[in-house]
């Protein structure tokens, strides 16, 4: 009908556009520049996820910690030809927003699919892990760290050469609803719009290994060689061969959930933990032992390097009154043993912040699957309860201080697990 119409119009370049327009528009857009928005059409369940996950805000424009750092050491998200102080592409980019590095710029706000960071597209475009460390030693981070491919990768894949009616119409699992499958090689219609053909390829090599996230969180030094993040190198390599995707995408309504939940995550962090006490009375003193399991194969905390936790321990009597408390506000000085955390420092061995530090202070943070013990004695004269707290906070201390600007439940202590012993 529509080619009898042009004929008639005698107008082939206009109808040309006409006929193939509203396919080649989105047709021709690289696979990399496709936003999140367009998968949500059919994986609504698990775009939800992913929009509320931190991935979804990994970006500079998104998340207002990383966006903090970005300004300080980089510059404007909004802008183009941004560098670092030593005159290259920012790294950052690789990791927080694959899809603008893949581009070279660093003009996030561009495109939808680099100011969404880690998108749909940023891990299923991801097609051989070739690891952080490039042939001279230069670490080769994030995006870098992959072949990428253009087509898209999946788990399991479909059978594409003689597929039968029933591959056509999977399903998305997701809301019960059956939805046409755009990933077998063919354009498909979804509520009367074209939806340009996507193909996928089966890569369980990647997709359900550690692979798929190594890249990004295996480790990460600064311009000084010190390990910032290293998730990767601490991940414990004995025989329990457990994947970051049995924790961080659990099942849920019958799909991989993608929340993948870390530290902003409070589910997340209660679970992470084993954390008991007990107190026994022996004279005058309360013999007290708390114990800390890490139930994870990487550190807790683990990741950046200002994730830290800290252990709050009172005894009260029958009022509620605090006759002792481990350390009068934040115990870094008058009990260090409570304070887990990564130290980075300068030449001078001062405290130091990621972009500066020279090298590694004390690392004393639970190791993959430690169990710890503190030891305390507690005067116990009018105790009626000794109560053990756990806390999490995103930064240090003094950046709290320093980031006045950020909202309070980025800053504010997260109380991730509890244990009381009565008398
Ligand atoms: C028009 C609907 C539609 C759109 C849009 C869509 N998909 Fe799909 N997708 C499907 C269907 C249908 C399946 C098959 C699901 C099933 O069998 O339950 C599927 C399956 C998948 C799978 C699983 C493949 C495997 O190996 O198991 C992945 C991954 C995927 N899609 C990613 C994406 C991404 C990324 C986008 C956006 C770039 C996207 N999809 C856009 C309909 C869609
Ligand atoms: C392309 C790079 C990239 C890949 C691949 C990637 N991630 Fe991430 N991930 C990030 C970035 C960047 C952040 C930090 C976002 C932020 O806080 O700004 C992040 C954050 C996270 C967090 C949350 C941390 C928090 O602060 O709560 C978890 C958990 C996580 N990723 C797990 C995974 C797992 C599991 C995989 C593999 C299935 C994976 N990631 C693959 C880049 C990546
Ligand atoms: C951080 C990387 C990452 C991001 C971002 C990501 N995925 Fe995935 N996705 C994975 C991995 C890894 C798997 C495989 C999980 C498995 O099978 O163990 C997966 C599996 C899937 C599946 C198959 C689920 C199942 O249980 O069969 C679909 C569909 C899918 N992703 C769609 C999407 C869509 C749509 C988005 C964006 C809204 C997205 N993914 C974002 C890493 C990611
Ligand atoms: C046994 C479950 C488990 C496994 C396996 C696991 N994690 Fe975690 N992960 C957690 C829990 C719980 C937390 C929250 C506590 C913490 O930060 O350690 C977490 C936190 C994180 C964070 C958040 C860091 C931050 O800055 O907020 C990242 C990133 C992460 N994991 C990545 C990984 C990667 C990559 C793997 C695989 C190499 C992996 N995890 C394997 C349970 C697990
Ligand atoms: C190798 C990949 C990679 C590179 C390169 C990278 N990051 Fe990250 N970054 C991550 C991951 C993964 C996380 C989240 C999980 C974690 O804490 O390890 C993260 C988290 C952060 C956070 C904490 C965000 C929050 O919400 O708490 C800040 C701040 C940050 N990065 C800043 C930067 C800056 C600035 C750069 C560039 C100078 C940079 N990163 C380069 C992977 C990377």
């Known amino acids: ?83 670092s102080k030593k005159g290259k592409y920012p790294v950052c ?50 995006l870098k760290a992959y072949r990428t491919s253009s087509v898209l990768q999946g788990p399991q894949g479909f059978k594409t050469e003689f597929a039968v009616e029933d591959d056509m119409f999977g399903g998305t699992a997701d809301d019960g609803d059956q939805k046409p499958n755009p990933h077998l090689g063919k354009s498909v219609e979804l509520d009367g719009k074209t939806i340009a053909s996507m193909p996928m390829e089966g890569n369980p090599m990647l997709m359900k290994t550690n692979d798929a996230c190594m890249g990004c969180h295996d480790k990460r030094s600064n311009s000084f060689k010190v390990p910032l993040c290293a998730t990767g190198d601490e991940y414990f390599k004995g025989k329990a061969d457990v994947t970051c995707t049995s924790c961080h995408m659990p099942i849920s309504n019958g799909l991989a959930n993608h929340e993948m939940g870390g530290g902003h995550d409070i589910a997340m962090l209660k679970r992470s933990v084993i954390f008991s006490i007990s107190s026994k009375k022996q004279g005058d003193k309360l013999n007290t032992v708390v114990t800390m399991k890490n139930k994870q194969p990487h550190s807790l905390p683990t990741g950046a390097p200002f994730r830290n936790i800290y252990l709050k321990l009172t005894a009260y009597d029958t009022n509620g009154k605090v006759l002792w408390q481990n350390a009068n506000g934040h115990p870094a000085k008058e009990d260090p043993q409570a304070y887990l955390m990564y130290e980075l420092l300068d030449d001078n061995d001062v405290h130091a912040a990621p972009p500066m530090a020279k090298k590694l202070g004390p690392d004393t943070r639970l190791k993959a699957f430690e169990t710890r013990h503190l030891t305390y004695s507690i005067p116990a004269k009018n105790v009626a309860l000794v109560r053990g707290e756990l806390f999490y906070n995103l930064l240090w201390p003094e950046l709290v201080k320093k980031f006045t600007k950020l909202p309070k439940d980025l800053t504010a202590p997260m109380p991730m697990a509890m244990s009381e012993v009565k008398f």
């Not at 008639?8 to 990399?32: K, Y």
């Not at 996820?49 to 970006?59: E, I, L, R, T």
């Not at 100011?115 to 460390?133: D, S």
Request: charged share 20%; net charge positive.
């Open 1 to 83: 009908m529509r080619a009898q119409v042009c004929k008639f119009f005698l107008l082939p370049v206009f109808c040309m556009l006409w006929l193939f327009g509203s396919f080649s528009a989105i047709a021709e857009t690289p696979i990399h520049q496709v936003s999140s928005e367009t998968c949500k059409a059919c994986h609504k369940e698990i775009y939800k996820q992913w929009k509320g996950s931190m991935h979804a805000q990994s970006s500079a424009l998104n998340d207002p910690i990383h966006g903090t750092f970005y300004g300080m050491v980089m510059g404007d998200p909004t802008k183009e030809g941004v560098k």
């Open 93 to 142: 980019l690789q990791c927080h927003t694959p899809n603008a590095a893949k581009d070279k710029t660093t003009k996030l706000d561009a495109k939808p699919a680099y100011a969404e960071g880690v998108n749909c597209v940023a891990c299923h475009t991801l097609a051989e892990y070739k690891g952080t460390t490039g042939k001279n030693g230069k670490p080769t981070l994030g």
